[in-house]
């Protein structure tokens, strides 16, 4: 930190309680009181150096005691005791710290060129143009010292200087020089190592990211803070380091926003701001956050919204830091979108509004993106990169739901809105949404059946895993309609696998046929064919085994579907047994078509079976027959070479 002494006298200043005395040998014979505090002093040095003293002095000659009071001087009696010092020539050393008191202070007193040439306007100007504002410690340190002496700093452009040289030197690249501007010296070759009594030693400065000026900027007020952050936008600084330096500053003063810490240590807080002070500070910095996406975590900015409900902030500020999460909601995390509601109400748990009007958000951006338009198919869904963010923001919401679900207080009608409120297309399977609706059905046994209904709705059948189709046929927590329509879909299935079986197997023999008429070629052909009737045989021998696997998977699947199917019935007929027969009987002639078909299935596959074992026994001898030739071809190459040695 720079420094510069301006005088080497001794100092003859001592302190008795609330009054200073100079001991120069001479009785004083002015008395000046700064507030609580009073100088007792000679007329002489102080008319000498000040134009303001030299008329107050002869204002009060008449008197037999000559009294001044200065109650308005910037800085009160610290700054008058730097004053009283230089006018009697006393060694001063002027720092980052108390310059700006002195300049101010200067200016008040009329310290001026023409009351005296070494004066201390010139003094303090000098140092502050030359010292000060060339490093960014010392500029950062006399800034802070500007809080206590407005408007009187503000009207000599100090606040203006120093924010326009720190913010000149914290737009600079840092990586350009390794270590921040403002601390360079001759202490650093140009080519970047470290000089000692101007020999290089080899050593490299550490370079210095572009966030090494954010701890120093939050030591500042906070409408300080605002100019520098102005200022250095003004400089064109990238809105990523901007947006970085206000998070920090409110991690560092909003005391809930510092819980947790995404990546490397925060901050802790240095101040305790009242409600109100953080209410304005929250609002403020929401106000001076770019409006781009990713330039602030998602985790952060639910944080930010956290706080805000807490602080019970202005609707505006809550409803821009929704929309906020909403433009980056597919990279929110569970725990984060879990916001307590802090209504008086208490109807639910967590704010189920806040996070509806959050994906509304994110919809509204992912249209005008071109994210929407006609729903894909799944195929579409699973490898197009533009519909990643949806369905993340799908798996999101439907862990969401099964999270609340428990939650009494939840309506049917609530949990639905925002279930159904993504798209179809966002969900390329439905067992989130299954199992947040099982959830919700659990919790709350008194539903009413037609709310039972219209919340199973929301569940397309045709998107279900196997686990879930399985686990959905034997939930009698589900309306009947429901379990019906996922055993008939997961019949259709099948006979969708069925029919692919049976085609391929038609498409092995047509190629065993090819082979057939393959064998009676040429003799001259007979190496060629005899090669691609190998590579036709190992083709065909792995289709089949992966057809046998897949038969025995069918198996496999037919045998549940039947077990599960006269559980279910057995089951049924228990509970028709109590509420009536007539319900038993309609259960199954409901379930008695799908029964014989599966049945039907199950033959189908069995004679697909059998036809592709016939198949592999024909190919079997197609490859004797192929090893034949082969043998053949072998031996007629070697009578012809006896023949040639012969000759």
Same mark, same amino acid.
């Given at each position: 930190m720079?420094?510069?002494?301006?005088?080497?006298?001794p100092?003859?200043?001592?302190?008795?309680?609330?009054?200073?005395y100079?001991?120069?040998?001479?009785?004083?014979?002015?008395?000046?009181?700064?507030?609580?505090?009073?100088?007792?002093?000679?007329?002489?040095?102080?008319?000498?150096?000040?134009?303001?003293?030299?008329?107050?002095?002869?204002?009060?000659?008449?008197?037999?005691?000559?009294?001044?009071k200065?109650?308005?001087?910037?800085?009160?009696?610290?700054?008058f005791?730097?004053?009283?010092?230089?006018?009697?020539?006393?060694?001063?050393?002027?720092?980052?710290e108390? $310059?700006v008191?002195?300049?101010?202070?200067a200016?008040?007193?009329e310290?001026?060129?023409?009351?005296?040439?070494?004066?201390?306007?010139?003094?303090?100007?000098?140092?502050?143009?030359?010292?000060?504002?060339?490093?960014?410690?010392?500029?950062?340190?006399?800034?802070?010292?500007?809080?206590?002496? =407005?408007?009187?700093?503000?009207?000599?452009?100090?606040?203006k200087?120093?924010i326009?040289?720190?913010?000149?030197?914290?737009?600079?690249?840092?990586d350009?020089?390794?270590?921040?501007?403002?601390?360079?010296?001759?202490m650093?070759?140009?080519?970047?190592?470290?000089?000692?009594?101007?020999?290089?030693?080899?050593?490299?400065?550490?370079?210095?990211?572009?966030?090494w000026?954010?701890?120093?900027?939050?030591?500042?007020?906070?409408?300080?803070?605002?100019?520098?952050?102005?200022s250095?936008?003004?400089?064109?600084?990238?809105?990523?380091?901007?947006?970085?330096?206000?998070?920090?500053?409110?991690?560092?003063?909003?005391?809930?926003l510092n819980?947790?810490?995404?990546?490397?240590?925060?901050p802790?807080?240095?101040?305790t701001?009242?409600?109100?002070?953080?209410?304005?500070? =929250?609002?403020?910095?929401?106000?001076?956050?770019?409006?781009?996406r990713?330039?602030?975590?998602?985790?952060?900015?639910?944080?930010?919204?956290?706080?805000?409900?807490?602080?019970?902030?202005?609707?505006?500020?809550?409803?821009?830091?929704?929309?906020?999460?909403?433009?980056?909601?597919?990279?929110?995390?569970?725990?984060?979108?879990?916001?307590?509601?802090?209504?008086?109400?208490?109807?639910?748990?967590?704010?189920?509004?806040?996070v509806?009007?959050?994906?509304?958000?994110f919809?509204?951006?992912?249209?005008?993106?071109?994210?929407?338009?006609?729903?894909?198919?799944?195929?579409?869904?699973?490898a197009?990169?533009?519909?990643?963010?949806?369905?993340?923001?799908?798996?999101?919401?439907?862990?969401?739901?099964?999270?609340?679900?428990?939650?009494?207080?939840?309506?049917?009608l609530?949990?639905?809105?925002?279930?159904?409120?993504?798209?179809?297309?966002?969900?390329?399977?439905?067992?989130g949404?299954?199992?947040?609706?099982? $959830?919700?059905?659990?919790?709350?046994?008194?539903?009413?059946e037609a709310?039972?209904?219209?919340l199973?709705?929301?569940?397309?059948?045709?998107?279900?895993?196997?686990?879930?189709?399985?686990?959905?046929?034997?939930?009698?927590?589900?309306?009947?309609?429901?379990?019906?329509?996922?055993?008939?879909?997961?019949?259709?299935?099948?006979?969708?696998?069925?029919?692919?079986?049976?085609?391929?197997?038609?498409?092995?023999?047509?190629?065993?046929?090819?082979?057939r008429g393959?064998a009676?070629?040429?003799s001259?052909e007979?190496?060629?064919?005899?090669?691609?009737?190998?590579?036709?045989?190992?083709?065909?021998?792995?289709?089949?085994?992966?057809m046998?696997?897949?038969?025995?998977?069918?198996?496999?699947?037919?045998?549940?579907?039947?077990?599960?199917?006269?559980? =279910?019935?057995?089951?049924?007929?228990?509970?028709?047994?109590?509420?009536?027969?007539?319900?038993?009987?309609? $259960?199954?002639?409901?379930?008695?078509?799908?029964?014989?078909?599966?049945?039907?299935?199950?033959?189908?596959?069995?004679?697909?079976?059998?036809?592709?074992?016939?198949?592999?026994?024909?190919?079997?001898?197609?490859?004797?027959?192929?090893?034949?030739?082969k043998?053949?071809?072998?031996?007629?190459d070697?009578?012809?070479?006896n023949?040639?040695?012969?000759?």
């Amino acid at each position: 930190m720079g420094s510069m002494k301006l005088s080497s006298k001794p100092d003859a200043f001592t302190r008795r309680g609330q009054a200073w005395y100079c001991t120069t040998g001479l009785p004083s014979d002015v008395l000046v009181e700064v507030g609580e505090i009073s100088f007792h002093l000679h007329k002489f040095p102080l008319l000498s150096k000040s134009a303001i003293l030299g008329r107050l002095i002869e204002e009060n000659s008449d008197s037999d005691e000559c009294v001044i009071k200065l109650s308005d001087i910037p800085g009160g009696a610290k700054s008058f005791e730097l004053v009283a010092r230089f006018c009697y020539g006393l060694k001063i050393e002027l720092s980052s710290e108390n $310059v700006v008191y002195l300049r101010c202070a200067a200016e008040h007193l009329e310290m001026t060129e023409e009351t005296s040439g070494d004066n201390l306007i010139n003094q303090t100007e000098s140092f502050f143009n030359q010292v000060v504002l060339r490093s960014w410690k010392d500029s950062l340190e006399a800034l802070r010292t500007c809080d206590g002496l =407005l408007p009187h700093a503000e009207d000599l452009h100090i606040v203006k200087r120093c924010i326009e040289s720190l913010a000149g030197k914290a737009s600079i690249d840092p990586d350009l020089f390794g270590w921040p501007v403002s601390e360079h010296s001759t202490m650093q070759s140009p080519g970047g190592s470290v000089l000692w009594n101007g020999i290089s030693t080899g050593a490299k400065v550490r370079n210095c990211s572009s966030d090494w000026w954010y701890d120093d900027a939050s030591s500042l007020s906070f409408p300080t803070y605002k100019r520098l952050i102005y200022s250095m936008e003004s400089r064109g600084i990238k809105q990523e380091i901007i947006a970085g330096s206000l998070t920090y500053y409110a991690k560092k003063f909003l005391p809930g926003l510092n819980r947790r810490q995404s990546t490397g240590p925060m901050p802790l807080p240095t101040a305790t701001l009242s409600d109100e002070e953080q209410r304005r500070l =929250l609002e403020e910095i929401d106000r001076m956050l770019p409006l781009q996406r990713g330039l602030i975590s998602t985790n952060v900015l639910l944080w930010l919204l956290r706080t805000a409900m807490i602080l019970k902030v202005d609707r505006a500020c809550i409803s821009n830091l929704q929309k906020r999460v909403g433009m980056q909601l597919n990279e929110a995390t569970l725990e984060d979108l879990l916001l307590p509601n802090f209504s008086y109400t208490m109807d639910t748990l967590y704010n189920v509004e806040c996070v509806h009007r959050i994906l509304d958000h994110f919809l509204a951006m992912d249209q005008t993106t071109g994210g929407g338009g006609a729903s894909p198919c799944l195929d579409d869904v699973m490898a197009s990169p533009s519909l990643a963010p949806i369905t993340a923001v799908a798996k999101l919401i439907d862990g969401y739901l099964a999270e609340i679900a428990p939650d009494i207080n939840l309506k049917p009608l609530k949990f639905q809105s925002l279930a159904a409120a993504l798209p179809e297309y966002a969900r390329p399977l439905d067992d989130g949404l299954y199992r947040a609706i099982d $959830v919700y059905l659990k919790s709350h046994p008194t539903l009413a059946e037609a709310e039972r209904e219209q919340l199973c709705r929301l569940i397309d059948c045709q998107k279900l895993s196997l686990e879930a189709c399985t686990h959905a046929a034997q939930n009698e927590r589900l309306p009947l309609r429901v379990v019906v329509q996922v055993l008939f879909f997961e019949q259709l299935q099948l006979r969708t696998s069925v029919a692919g079986c049976l085609l391929v197997s038609d498409n092995l023999e047509a190629s065993s046929r090819t082979l057939r008429g393959g064998a009676v070629a040429t003799s001259g052909e007979a190496g060629s064919w005899a090669t691609a009737a190998v590579r036709e045989n190992q083709a065909l021998r792995v289709g089949m085994d992966s057809m046998r696997l897949r038969l025995m998977e069918l198996e496999r699947e037919c045998s549940d579907m039947r077990h599960d199917i006269r559980k =279910l019935g057995r089951r049924r007929r228990r509970g028709g047994a109590v509420a009536g027969g007539g319900w038993a009987a309609r $259960v199954q002639r409901m379930l008695t078509p799908r029964m014989m078909k599966l049945q039907m299935c199950s033959a189908q596959h069995d004679a697909a079976e059998q036809q592709l074992n016939d198949e592999h026994k024909k190919v079997e001898k197609l490859q004797e027959k192929v090893a034949k030739n082969k043998k053949q071809l072998s031996m007629d190459d070697g009578d012809d070479d006896n023949d040639d040695d012969a000759a």
